[in-house]
């Protein structure tokens, strides 16, 4: 499939993804790469996107939920626009992860899998995120906060506020 075919993606992402299956010697390398962009694009792994990847590699579309399901940062339901992952693994429990996840709760009004009203946050409770030594650990889209203390997610989540607000997106604002 070229970018001019038909397809959901952005004719940027459709562009990216006709280079990237030409460039590993097995197309099915791509499938992972593949799946991160369309997910930072479209939000989730759609029936719509499951379907264009697969045809775009070759496989079927059984294949890629095998492939995808094994993976916790690939999603099938839609995030808020900023997904909020909060660890609760060893080092970050030792060290409040569970308090964290507990004042997010509270802060946002909604349960881990959850996302707020206004479709600005998700919250997830999730393992190792690889900050370890800087527990305990959050992961928001593909920033990191580290060294937590309950007493910053207020100010964590405003920040993101703000950001949606000067991006335009957050209509409820
Ligand atoms: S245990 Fe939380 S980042 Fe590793």
């Known amino acids: ?70 993976y916790s940062l690939l999603r099938f339901k839609p995030a808020g626009e900023y997904n909020i992952q909060v ?5 970050c429990m030792l060290r409040g992860g569970y308090e964290i996840l507990e ?22 409770e999730v393992e190792c995120i690889g900050a370890c030594s800087w527990a305990p650990a959050i992961q928001v889209n593909y920033d990191f906060h580290d060294e937590l203390k309950p007493d910053l997610v207020p100010g964590i989540i405003d920040g993101y506020r703000s950001k949606a607000k000067a991006k335009g997106k957050n209509k409820n604002a």
């Open 1 to 70: 499939m070229s970018s001019e075919s038909k397809t959901i993606f952005s004719p940027q992402l459709a562009a990216r993804f006709d280079a990237l299956v030409e460039k590993y010697p097995v197309r099915r390398s791509a499938l992972i790469p593949m799946l991160l962009y369309a997910q930072d694009e479209v939000s989730y792994l759609s029936d719509a996107v499951i379907a264009e990847v697969a045809r775009r590699i070759g496989i079927t579309e059984l294949d890629v939920r095998n492939v995808a399901s094994y």
């Open 103 to 124: 004042r997010f709760r509270e802060e946002l009004g909604v349960d881990p899998k959850g996302v707020t009203a206004d479709g600005l946050f998700s919250l997830e």
């Open 87 to 91: 660890c609760t693994n060893i080092c």
